[in-house]
């Protein structure tokens, strides 16, 4: 079956330091990838998705990015932070067919507080 | 730029209550329209939809979409406390993504 890994699950960094967060899906093969923000209590903000290694498109101008190093790792980072970065991050993978996005499979968020 | 926006944003009813969520939308190519439920961490899949009038079901909670006034909505019936979280409704527009609304925090009173 397939599971799904994100960490740190909490972590609370000064501004200006630096974020990576990570993802890695098992028992799968090609999944699209996603990384989605939300603000507190509210709905998902898509950052960035995946159809490949080192395919990447990007939702929302900001100082984050992402990489796809492997298959089956998605990893999201920050050279510096800032106050609004705060939020809780969701990892997510779908099984990828013909364009569509299909059923969404979470991991169990990141929450970060920038101080 | 596809949109999803839900209503009401936040609903406070007591235990035994039927409620109605709503989503709507505006996408260019639509492929299906998604609900979730967000109890703490993880969203978890309930309905998934693709074809107008087709009503899906399981236990207190079934869902319908009009594609044709471009909404959906998520009922649940005999409401518990454990049906209190925050409902996702989401989009897929064929570009390999889901786009969410707001969502719509639920909270049910004993």
């Known amino acids: 079956s397939q599971t799904i890994h994100q960490w740190p699950a909490t972590l609370v960094q000064p501004v200006g330091s630096p974020l990576s967060l990570e993802c890695t899906v098992e028992g799968t093969s090609n999944p699209n990838l996603y990384w989605y923000r939300q603000a507190a209590g509210r709905g998902l903000q898509l950052l960035f998705y995946s159809v490949g290694i080192g395919q990447i498109s990007s939702e929302v101008p900001q100082n984050l990015s992402a990489s796809r190093p492997q298959d089956r790792q998605f990893i999201l980072s920050s050279k510096k932070l800032l106050l609004s970065d705060s939020g809780f991050y969701l990892c997510?993978?779908?099984?990828?067919?013909?364009?569509?996005?299909?059923?969404?499979?979470f991991g169990e968020g990141s929450r970060l507080t920038v101080l | 730029e596809d949109k999803v926006v839900q209503s009401p944003l936040s609903l406070v009813v007591h235990e035994g209550d039927t409620v109605t969520l709503n989503c709507s939308y505006e996408v260019t190519n639509f492929r299906s329209l998604l609900w979730y439920k967000q109890e703490k961490k993880a969203p978890t899949f309930l309905f998934m939809l693709?074809?107008?009038?087709i009503e899906k079901k399981s236990g207190r909670l079934s869902s319908i979409l009009d594609k044709k006034e471009l909404f959906s909505i998520l009922n649940i019936t005999a409401t518990q406390t454990g049906d209190s979280a925050i409902y996702l409704c989401?989009?897929?527009?064929?570009?390999?993504?889901?786009?969410f609304g707001q969502g719509t925090r639920l909270t049910i009173n004993p």
């Open positions: 693709t074809s107008s009038g």
């Open positions: 989401a989009v897929d527009g064929g570009a390999q993504k889901l786009v």
């Open positions: 997510a993978w779908s099984v990828p067919d013909g364009g569509i996005a299909g059923e969404l499979f």
